[in-house]
């Protein structure tokens, strides 16, 4: 498994931006599915936006779309999820998740959901509030 730390992470007025970052344990992220997840008390853990392995295209949930970016740094081996105009209903544990395919299919779909990612961060608080 890889090692996952999440980044980022705190407190923002609505409309405000936050980017949170995922470094790993391997120098080989860009050939990993990539995934953030969020998840408030009470509630299951739902998909943000995945990237698919050896690429920057990513799938958004419609809640975020066009106000969230995933991208990767492939010198720098991370991943990003910036996040723009916050509404207090993003708040909540964002998490990274990763998942190496395992051949070519898999290498050029990503199914965004929990099962489908076998490494995980702790997760990093974001607080949307006035």
């Known amino acids: 498994q890889v090692q996952l730390v999440e980044s980022g992470g705190g407190s923002v007025q609505p409309g405000g931006s936050l980017t949170l970052s995922c470094s790993a344990s391997v120098l080989t992220l860009i050939e990993y599915h990539i995934g953030w997840f969020r998840q408030v008390p009470g509630k299951k853990r739902e998909a943000v936006s995945c990237?698919?392995?050896?690429?920057?295209?990513?799938h958004s949930a419609d809640s975020v779309k066009g106000r969230f970016i995933s991208s990767r740094d492939k010198v720098k081996n991370m991943v990003y999820l910036q996040m723009n105009s916050l509404k207090p209903e993003d708040t909540g544990v964002y998490y990274c998740?990763?998942?190496?395919?395992?051949?070519?299919?898999?290498?050029?779909?990503?199914?965004?959901?929990?099962?489908?990612?076998?490494?995980w961060g702790r997760g990093t608080q974001v607080t949307v509030t006035s």
């Open positions: 998740a990763a998942e190496r395919p395992r051949n070519v299919m898999e290498s050029l779909i990503v199914s965004c959901d929990e099962s489908s990612f076998g490494s």
């Open positions: 990237v698919v392995s050896n690429s920057d295209t990513a």
